[in-house]
Structures are given as C-alpha cells and as structure tokens.
C-alpha cells in the first residue's frame, strides 16, 4: 500500500506519543448540538475524531453539547446516534455537557472566589458597546468592581430563579484590553427560563459555549479536541479557563471545515429549507444530511473516501461536490447490482417471435466481480418495453441503436433487426417492429453477426411499475451561503418525478441501500417509503459526469 503522508493533527499526536504526554494516551471527541441533523460536514469531523482514535488506539466519545434549551430536542439525538454508527463508528461513552452543569456551575464559583468572574447587570447591548472595538480596549461596566461575597449571592440568586432572562450574567474577569475580543471579560453565564430536553426546569442558567465546552473536554480527559477554524479566536479563552481552574489540560486543535458546492451546510439554513418547505424533510435525497445522502443511496463507504480523499487543512476551501459524486460512483460501480428498467417506454414488438413464449434469460448480478455475485431470471418474451431514445425514425449515421433498417443487441438476449414502426395521430412512434435472429442469444451465438450497441428492456407482460426519482442539484450557483437571499437560488428543476416507469422484475426484491445500477441510466436506490404496493426509486448519480464544466 501507498505511504500517506501524515496530517497536522496526526503530526502533533504522533509528537505527544514520542514525548510521553497523557501517558500515549489518545482521547477525542465528537460534540454536536442536537438542534438538527448531521451534514457531510460533520462526517468530515466524525471521521477525523474516530479515525484518530482508530489509528492511535484510543477512543472517541459522542458528546451532546446540549447547553441551548431553546433549540435542542431529542428526535436529533436519536438522529445523531443513528447517523454515526451508519457511518461505521461506535463512541466509547454517550455523554452530556447537562450531565456537567452542577460541576459546570461549581468552577464558575471557583472563578468568583478566585476574583475572576462576576455577576453583571448590563444589558447585552450595553455589555457590548463597553467591550470597545479590536483597536480601541474596552471600559468597565459599573458592576466589575463587586465583591467577591456579593457576586456569589448574585450568581446564586440567579440559579435560584430570582431574576429574568437577560437581566443579570455571569463574566469572566480578564482583559478589557485584551487585542483579542473573546478576552475582554466574556459571558460565561446567561439566564434562560426554557424547559431543557434531559434536565427538565432544573436550570434556568445555563454556561455558554466557551465556559461549557473545555470544560467538559477537561472532565472527561480529552486529549486532543479538535474543532473548526472559527474557534481559533476561542482558544486563548479555552487555555485561560482551564488554568484558572487547574483542571486537566485538553488541548483544542482547528482545521478547516468542509464546505462543498451547490449546497449550504449549517444547520440554521437547512432547517428553514425544511421548514418552509423547500424539501421534503432533513432526509429528503437532496439535501447534504448524512440521512439525505443515505436516502439518495449513498454509502457508508463512499462518504468515509470522500472524508480520506478530502484530507485536513488549516485553510477554508471549497470542494467540489462532484469528487462527492465521483467517490459513490467508484464504490456503486464495484458493488451494485445491475438491472434493467425503462423510464420513458415505448413498445418494441419482435414480429417473428411466438405468442406467448417466455424465455427465462440468466443475468448475473455484478460483471465487476469474480462469481457476479450470483444472478436473477429475466422473463423474454415477444412484446417489450425500450426506450423512447433508443429508436430514430431518421437514424443519423453514428447511432448504433434502432431505426428502420437498424440492428441491436438486447442485452442479455438476441439480436433484433428493425423492419417497421407505427405512429399515433401526433406523430409520436408508439410501437417499433423487429425480427430477432433465433441463433444470436447472448452466450450462444452463433450467427455470425456484428451490431455495434446494446440496449436494455423489460418484458411487457413481466414488468414492474415504479416511480423513479431523479435529482439535480439543490442549488444553481457554487456558493449559495454568499448570496443575499440563499433561497433565491435554489434550483426549482432539483426534483423529476417520473410517476410509472417499468423495472425488471426482480426489482421488486430491491431493499433500501442496497444499490443498483439501472444499466445505462444510473444508480439507484430504493426508497425508505416505498412500499411493495407502490414501489419508489432514487437516482443516486449518473453513470458519468454529466455537468460539463
Ligand atoms: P452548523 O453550523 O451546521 O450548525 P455546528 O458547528 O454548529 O454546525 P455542531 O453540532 O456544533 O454544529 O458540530 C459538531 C461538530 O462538527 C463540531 O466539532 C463542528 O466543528 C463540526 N462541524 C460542523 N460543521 C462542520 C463542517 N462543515 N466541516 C467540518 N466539521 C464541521
Ligand atoms: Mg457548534
Ligand atoms: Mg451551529
């Protein structure tokens, strides 16, 4: 195998095993808020944080960082669990940042005995003019100079649900002149009266991000907590808390976070899609959810090389989506099971084949495998469903399909010659006429005979009806985010319905995720409602890359 070369997060583990720090210890962790389903972005996170562990043998725990009453919920924590295992990895605990909020609470009386923190009765607005600009340092507000017994009384009246919400908070006491903003005396405590999803009314104060999160990676002896880029303003303030606190000393690394093409990736944005109605749900195939990409018929597999092709980067980027498409493509091609389904049919009549014949034709189920994975019985018979394009009444010279006078291959059967063709009163063709030649089935022919393309049918009398699905992509510019008004650009042409296409079948053993490639139209996936009654089908992806850049 190939030596990969080591990424900056893996170069400064590898240093902390040589050194000896933590004992050769490596613990990570995965923190998501459960205010809405996981995104490609987050597999990102997902497989930087366990494959971490994987390769230094450690572990990674899952961390609810629940610290938001308003927006959390529980059907995303069952979402989030639900979407990592999927993804193929198992957290060593399931852990709460709520879980920390009396210990939480704790250090934050620590800070206050220590001088460090106290009780303000600003208002957000006011807090914030007095915290000055990056140029010019910030002025004290009134209430920094409390004492120590009147802080602690303040912030315990605060628990005990004496004051509003936004009428006092909690800060640090640090540096009002401290060149970077997240210093000058942050917010470390706010009051909310919201019932919270696992502590009930318990709370009504709750830490914000930066007081609740190197905290909680202290508790649980994070070794290495590794976030996004934006946090990097945000680390001077984790190293502060954790060494006012002489607590266990995580350490946080940044890396940037994947942002793809013709998709937004932050949970606000995709919950407004849903909720107004944009797309059917967070799992609907379109959307950049991890559930969404699972509907659609993407694998574990695939989302976890696109993780790996991707790699790790100190720098914002842009990947293209299509390396997303490229990576299903690759593992769908080696793995799927090959079908024949006709989308747009019309009707091919094989003159000279007995009425009410029925040919059971073996096709195996994977060519890119030794074996092909065994095979299924396709039904042949004298009436068949082709595709409208596979048949030119005026056939230009290169198009080796049907027209008057034209030979093909059905595919795992015989060789039809084209003699005839009827039209409706529109003109549009409605039946096309050929002559099979008995002694070309595939697999023992002997007739001699060359014909240049191939095409795929289904048994009129046999066949299956199914509603396929096609998407495009969910937005018509690369970069929606920077748009004024993101919606304004969502691609109104990102979902065909085809409501009755005809599926070989056999097609009607298909099972949710496990791909199949509908030979020459794509990869599809059967839908997690479809019924047996009425049978759906997502496109994955096309065969090739059909945008041409
Ligand atoms: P969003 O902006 O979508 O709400 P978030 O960062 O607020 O994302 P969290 O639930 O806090 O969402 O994310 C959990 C973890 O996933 C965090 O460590 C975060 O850094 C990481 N993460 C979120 N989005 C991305 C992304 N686009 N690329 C890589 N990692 C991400
Ligand atoms: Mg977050
Ligand atoms: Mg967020």
Redesign the pocket.
């Known amino acids: 195998e190939e030596e990969k070369s080591l990424n900056f997060i893996e170069e400064i583990i590898e240093e902390d095993l040589r050194s000896g720090k933590h004992d050769g210890r490596v613990l990570t962790r995965?923190?998501?808020?459960?205010?809405?389903y996981?995104?490609?972005?987050?597999?990102?996170?997902?497989c930087?944080?366990f494959g971490l562990a994987q390769k230094y043998n450690g572990k990674t725990n899952l961390r609810f960082?629940d610290t938001n009453p308003v927006t959390e919920d529980t059907e995303y924590v069952e979402s989030?669990k639900n979407d990592i295992q999927w993804l193929g990895f198992q957290w060593a605990q399931e852990l709460y940042t709520s879980d920390y909020f009396e210990t939480l609470y704790e250090y934050a009386v620590k800070l206050i005995k220590n001088g460090l923190a106290y009780v303000d009765d600003s208002t957000a607005e006011e807090i914030a003019a007095a915290k000055g600009t990056p140029t010019e340092p910030g002025v004290p507000t009134p209430n920094r100079s409390r004492s120590v017994e009147e802080n602690l009384q303040l912030f315990q009246e605060m628990r005990d649900g004496k004051y509003q919400d936004g009428e006092k908070v909690l800060r640090a006491k640090i540096d009002l002149a401290n060149p970077n903003m997240h210093m000058r005396d942050p917010i470390i405590y706010r009051i909310k009266h919201a019932h919270h999803h696992r502590t009930g009314d318990k709370w009504c104060i709750y830490p914000m991000y930066d007081f609740a999160h190197g905290q909680s990676d202290s508790i649980e002896k994070i070794t290495h907590s590794?976030?996004?880029l934006?946090?990097i303003p945000h680390r001077a303030l984790y190293d502060w808390l954790i060494e006012q606190l002489e607590i266990f000393p995580s350490k946080q690394y940044e890396?940037?976070?994947?942002?793809?093409t013709y998709t937004v990736?932050?949970?606000?944005?995709?919950l407004q899609l849903v909720n107004e109605g944009h797309v059917e749900s967070w799992d609907d195939p379109r959307m950049p959810t991890i559930s969404g990409l699972r509907r659609r018929g993407y694998t574990p597999a695939s989302i976890r090389n696109f993780c790996d092709r991707i790699g790790i980067q100190k720098r914002e980027n842009m990947i293209d989506v299509s390396l997303l498409e490229f990576c299903i493509r690759e593992d769908l091609n080696k793995t799927a099971w090959r079908r024949m389904a006709v989308l747009d049919p019309i009707k091919l009549i094989i003159t000279n084949y007995p009425d009410g014949k029925v040919e059971e034709l073996v096709g195996e189920n994977n060519p890119e495998v030794e074996g092909g994975e065994g095979s299924r019985i396709i039904p042949f018979t004298k009436e068949l469903w082709i595709e409208r394009d596979d048949f030119m009444e005026d056939a230009p010279k290169k198009f080796f399909r049907l027209g008057p006078g034209l030979s093909v291959r059905l595919k795992h059967g015989y060789i039809v010659e084209c003699h005839d063709f009827k039209k409706d009163e529109n003109g549009n063709v409605t039946e096309v006429h050929c002559n099979y030649i008995p002694n070309s089935k595939s697999g023992e022919d002997t007739s001699g005979l060359k014909v240049k393309g191939t095409i795929h049918w289904v048994s009129t009398a046999h066949a299956k009806e199914a509603e396929v699905r096609l998407y495009d992509r969910l937005f018509q510019v690369e970069n929606p985010a920077a748009e004024e008004d993101f919606k304004a650009s969502l691609n109104p042409n990102s979902l065909t319905v085809i409501p009755k296409a005809y599926i070989e079948p056999d097609l009607a053993n298909a099972i949710p995720g496990k791909g199949y490639q509908f030979i020459r139209l794509g990869y599809f996936n059967l839908d997690t409602k479809s019924t047996s009654e009425h049978l759906v089908f997502n496109r994955t992806v096309t065969l090739k890359d059909s945008w041409a850049k």
């Open positions: 995965f923190p998501p808020e459960p205010n809405g996981l995104h490609i972005g987050h597999a990102k996170s997902i930087l944080n960082d989030i590794v976030c996004t934006e946090f890396f940037a976070r994947l942002n793809m990736m932050s949970k606000r944005k995709l």
